[in-house]
């Protein structure tokens, strides 16, 4: 087989592939052959039916195949061995390329557009400065996140008199048009209600600063702004629930409050793992450092932001195979029109402008994705994983087990791997321009963020 490659420009060239009848005839007649062994044609045997009858029955799909696996095999053969860096996948050329007869032809030629990645180097410099945000920890962010662990570790208790917030247990009963207990009426025992979600003013007023035995006559229609809490607490379907006018009474038989935690050991056992931190400093201490953590990551993520901004505008001078890229893109998504890819495309571009930047940074750095680098990152999404369910100190071995689980999908490992990359590259950026340190509290870098 003979391939020709024609350069059009710097971004696109025509691949001709000329298969002729000896690239493929033994190929053809050994399929035919074990065609021949396998056919269930009825009349013949089994590996009895005549070559002629199998040529003439599957002959020209075989052919059709075989010169497909031919010519795929040699373009992209082709490709690796001549080190071509393509863009998207070989298209069949929609201008030169002749028809293909599988009947009459016995020579073939064959015709693919390339789209090549186009050559450009970016110098990084100190010259280059990218704005690099210092969130600055406020007392609030730690006031707050010592109030978010007293409360997620703190317990219930039994009280007697009823605060706004208190849950509340009692035995009802429904009253009838006479004002007296209607005894063919509603009957609840241990029903719940909490006086926080009573809507009206006097309805709640009822409630607080009853104590325990007491007796609490009261209207839930007017308590509750829908049927679904008047169901609840009931205990009757929603319907029934809309159509409930009366009123009713309460015996109050518990309050249960949820009280926070206090500053203590056992708080940051529970915290941090039994024996970590050892005093009220400590604790305030160990909170700080995983906050400032939280607030790096944040700032790292809009560095990178940032920094590839910069980057890619480095690269505007570059030209790219446009029309050859639209149509792969059109060719390999039947869910993408015309006009949402014109819609899109500055965004497509912008995205691979990045990924050939940040290819060629990582080559020219010698960039290596190792298992420890993996272990490591998978950990990192793991924990933040974790942390997102209030569980931020999470055992090494219930860590390393979740890691485990996770690359065992190739798609997870791919991602991975492709984070780790991005991260060193923009490490490397990071190392190589001038940052323009800002100070910034998190409010105005969060709404900055939204601003984007």
Request: charged residues 35%; hydrophobic residues 40%.
């Amino acid at each position: 087989m003979n391939i020709v490659r024609k350069d059009i420009d710097a971004v696109n060239a025509i691949v001709t592939l000329q298969v002729t009848k000896a690239d493929y005839q033994e190929k053809v007649e050994k399929t035919l052959r074990d065609y021949r062994k396998k056919a269930n044609i009825p009349g013949f045997r089994p590996g009895m039916v005549p070559v002629s009858l199998v040529k003439k029955m599957y002959g020209k799909s075989i052919l059709a195949e075989e010169i497909n696996k031919l010519v795929s095999d040699g373009i992209f053969g082709y490709i690796k061995e001549n080190k071509i860096n393509i863009l998207g996948e070989p298209l069949p050329n929609e201008t030169e390329q002749a028809p293909i007869d599988f009947d009459t032809l016995e020579d073939f030629e064959f015709k693919f557009d390339l789209g090549i990645a186009p050559e450009f180097d970016v110098k990084l410099d100190k010259k280059d400065k990218v704005k690099h945000y210092a969130i600055t920890l406020s007392d609030e962010m730690v006031d707050n996140q010592v109030k978010q662990y007293t409360g997620r570790f703190g317990s219930y208790i039994q009280e007697e008199i009823v605060e706004e917030k208190d849950v509340i247990k009692g035995d009802l009963l429904e009253f009838g048009d006479d004002n007296k207990i209607n005894e063919n009426g509603i009957k609840v025992e241990a029903g719940v209600l909490c006086p926080a979600y009573v809507k009206d003013a006097k309805q709640k007023k009822l409630f607080v600063g009853a104590k325990i035995g007491d007796v609490i006559k009261f209207n839930p229609k007017k308590a509750f702004e829908n049927g679904a809490e008047i169901a609840s607490m009931l205990k009757i379907s929603k319907e029934e629930a809309e159509k409930v006018e009366s009123d009713f009474q309460m015996t109050i038989t518990g309050i249960t409050r949820y009280k926070e935690s206090e500053i203590n050991q056992e708080l940051f056992d529970k915290v941090f793992g039994e024996g970590v931190v050892k005093s009220e400093a400590e604790f305030i201490a160990k909170i700080k450092e995983s906050i400032q953590q939280n607030l790096d990551a944040d700032s790292d993520y809009k560095f990178g932001i940032d920094a590839r901004e910069a980057v890619v505008n480095k690269a505007d001078h570059v030209v790219f195979p446009d029309a050859f890229l639209k149509r792969w893109a059109l060719a390999t998504n039947e869910n993408l029109s015309a006009e949402t890819l014109e819609e899109d495309y500055s965004k497509m571009i912008e995205d691979l402008k990045w990924h050939l930047i940040k290819d060629k940074i990582a080559k020219e750095n010698d960039v290596k994705v190792e298992a420890e680098d993996i272990d490591t990152f998978g950990r990192k999404i793991a924990k933040a994983q974790f942390a997102q369910y209030g569980m931020p100190n999470v055992p090494d071995d219930i860590l390393a087990g979740y890691v485990k689980d996770m690359m065992k999908d190739e798609k997870s490992i791919k991602n991975v791997v492709d984070s780790v990359v991005n991260e060193k590259v923009v490490n490397i950026v990071k190392e190589s321009v001038k940052l323009d340190t800002v100070k910034i509290s998190i409010d105005e870098f969060n709404k900055m963020l939204e601003a984007k």
